[in-house]
């Protein structure tokens, strides 16, 4: 073990020494990643980490917060360390072999909720299908948030579905979403109101330029999106209408750069009202289109 007994005798000087060695070592926004890692370790808020800044770490909360601090100098994702994440207001799960939830991926969950409230009520429950689940973080917020819903949620990653259904528990709603492991849509055919995904779209020559964290932590087949990053948005879009109700909403999470190409394509297949919401940076992020009735 590296680190000496004084450096870690209160959490104001656990976080400090934390701070210093990952900066050293130019891990990105080093206080943040100490603090969460302190959080973590003893079940504390951030306002309680600074409330209970005297409190001292035992022997095995030394030990860890060591381990943890040692293996994100190898570029491994703080979440991934710690095992969880926070996504649109909930806890989800995360592990290796399973894509991150992302903070922009909220912006997904967000606008659906919005669409849904704004749109005619069906007569049915309302049935949304999640393609590319992953983690289930945005099938989990969805159900949460929409309590009479009906949601389904595929993947082609058996170790994702099992992380998913993890979530769907964790979160209380374990009773309302299903899962299928399928590439992408499910059978038999059933007629959803909804269709969100948020699917690969890096490009396929920039994935050696990605961070190193997530170039070589988190597992490529989310990540790449083909030749120009677009080929799950094509294959989602066509196959949609064949899985919409005739009002039926698609919405798809986008890189920058591609949200006009992502709605000109869903103009071409047929599809109305297209829109392109963006994210807190002003990036084009979301693109949300209606079925139709020529859709």
């Known amino acids: 073990m590296t680190t000496t007994r004084a450096a870690l005798r209160t959490l104001t000087a656990a976080r400090v020494w934390a701070r210093e060695r990952l900066a050293a070592a130019g891990i990105p926004n080093p206080l943040t990643n100490a603090e969460r890692m302190l959080e973590c370790l003893l079940d504390l808020s951030r306002v309680e980490l600074y409330l209970f800044r005297h409190q001292g770490l035992t022997e095995s909360q030394q030990t860890q917060l060591d381990q943890w601090v040692q293996e994100r100098f190898s570029g491994k994702p703080l ?11 909930l806890d989800i799960l995360v592990e290796e072999g399973v894509f991150i939830p992302r903070p922009e991926t909220e912006r997904l969950v967000e606008e659906v ?19 590319g689940t992953g983690s289930g973080a945005i099938a989990v917020a969805l159900s949460v948030n929409l309590s009479g819903a ?18 769907a528990t964790r979160n209380g709603v374990a009773d309302r979403v299903r899962f299928a492991l399928v590439d992408l849509f499910p ?6 109101d909804v269709i969100v ?9 920039t994935i050696p330029n990605l961070m190193s964290e997530v170039r070589d932590f988190e597992p490529h087949e989310a990540l790449d999106g083909g030749p120009d990053g677009l080929n799950f948005h094509r294959r989602i879009v ?15 999470e986008v890189g920058e750069g591609q949200a006009e190409m992502v709605a000109a394509i869903m103009q071409k297949t047929g599809y109305r009202d297209n829109r392109i919401e963006k994210d807190l940076c002003g990036v084009g992020r979301v693109v949300i289109a209606r079925k139709g009735s020529h859709g």
Request: proline residues 10%; negative net charge.
């Open 150 to 167: 009906e949601i389904m949620a595929t993947d082609v990653s058996e170790p994702a579905l099992l992380l998913a259904r993890k979530n």
């Open 187 to 192: 059978a038999p055919r059933k007629a959803f």
């Open 197 to 205: 995904s948020n699917p690969p779209y890096i490009s396929s020559s």
């Open 113 to 131: 909720i919005r669409s849904v409230s704004e749109s005619p009520v069906p007569s049915h429950p309302l049935r949304i299908l999640d393609i």
């Open 238 to 252: 066509e196959g949609a209408k064949d899985f919409l109700t005739p009002e039926g909403l698609v919405a798809l």
């Open 79 to 89: 979440q991934y360390l710690l095992g969880h994440t926070g996504f649109y207001g």
